[in-house]
T-cell receptor, first 114, second 111 residues
């Protein structure tokens, strides 16, 4: 089956620095990817998405990069703020038996240091 | 008011008990989902429904059942709870095959 993994379960950055969170996926046919943010005690919240026909997409202070050659996805957060402290995980659209649903990575917990 | 609500938010129950988790949404979406989240693991799909008459099993449906009472309501049942069903449960909705909108979660503990 498909799998999605992350390189680091935790990441600590200084306030004001840039953060980079990574995700790896297994299925080269995957064509749609999402990054979610989950704050403590809350449900996941959509941050940004990207389709496989793009390599890069920018939002407000966030950038998603997609490297299809190595099946790697990253989320960059510019000028990290205390409010960015949360768990971040990627979601990759399934290409197996479960319709057009997603497989989710385990998440990276981002801590912003003052 | 929240677009996706879940009740209860926390529940402690004993092994063998039947329990129902409820989800309601005001987003008008046809698609609804139930996931469980365990420490160190990604969200795993339990059941999903693309409209009121459509129910589909996800990757970990054993021990669970669902009911889609209306477009806005999707409930998850554990017929006979067991300790390894202790987890955080999320309901989600969507109107397409793109992003999903999640509720706040239900923390379930089975003793």
């Amino acid at each position: 089956g498909e799998s999605v993994g992350l390189h680091l379960p935790t990441l600590s950055v200084q306030e004001g620095d840039n953060s980079i969170i990574n995700c790896a996926y297994s299925n080269s046919a995957s064509d749609y990817f999402i990054w979610y943010k989950q704050e403590s005690g809350k449900g996941p919240q959509f941050i940004i998405d990207i389709r496989s026909n793009m390599d890069k997409r920018q939002g407000q202070r966030v950038t998603v990069l997609l490297n299809k050659t190595v099946k790697h996805l990253s989320l960059q957060i510019a000028a990290t703020q205390p409010g960015d402290s949360a768990v971040y995980f990627c979601a990759v659209k399934r290409r197996d038996n479960y319709g057009q649903n997603f497989v989710f990575g385990p998440g990276t917990r981002l801590s912003v240091l003052p | 008011d929240a677009d996706v609500t879940q009740t209860p938010r926390n529940r402690i129950t004993k092994t063998g008990k039947r329990i129902m988790l409820e989800c309601s949404q005001t987003k008008g979406h046809d698609r609804m989902y139930w996931y469980r989240q365990d420490p160190g693991l990604g969200l795993r799909l339990i059941y999903y429904s693309f409209d009121v008459k459509d129910i589909n099993k996800g990757e970990i449906s054993d021990g669970y059942s669902v009911s889609r009472q209306a477009q806005a309501k999707f409930s998850l049942s554990l017929e006979s709870a067991i300790p390894n069903q202790t987890a955080l449960y999320f309901c989600a909705t969507s109107d397409s095959d793109r992003e999903q909108y999640f509720g706040p979660g239900t923390r379930l503990t089975v003793t």
